[in-house]
């Protein structure tokens, strides 16, 4: 029997792959060989799913990452900073999947709300680490949004900006913000 999590991780996948459209129960209990009453075991319809299926996506595409940088809550912002880029840059493939939750947003007001709230706990966290940075010659509001945004927009153009360039981009904007060297690209 497939477990909640299966569910949902089955309908992330969907998702990344194919779009918000092709996250049906029969896509999802064709993709997993189960019946729809286990679907029904687990979720309360359609509007029950969607509304896990957000939730699965902003605790493992939000919470998971900065749960595991304050791991170790005495680390300098630095240290953090440097963690939170090498995992966001270990997930090359999340790109779909972001993409895919960013169209959604724009045809749908619940993932709009998801959408927001993702962003704005990346954003305030990434703050808070800027904030916490020994030196920096912009202001660490602008270096956080400015980090957050070259993500985004790496995500958006096609072709992908991969991730050794993306790296790149991070490590030279970090040197400029603070005059030295974080980040090896």
Known sequence: MATRADWLDTGLRLLA?????????DRLTA???LSKGSYYHHFQGVG????ALLEHFETLFTTRLIDTVEEKPDTTAEVKLVQLMELVLAGPEDAKLEIAVRAWAL???EAR???ERVDRARTQYLQRLCHGLESSLIDPDRLAELLYLILIGAEQVLPPVPSERLRGLYADTLRLATGRSLLQP
């Open 48 to 51: 029950g799913f969607r509304t």
């Open 113 to 115: 709300q998801a959408q």
């Open 31 to 33: 993709g997993l060989g």
């Open 107 to 109: 045809q749908d007001g």
């Open 17 to 25: 792959e194919e779009g918000a459209p092709a996250v049906t129960i």
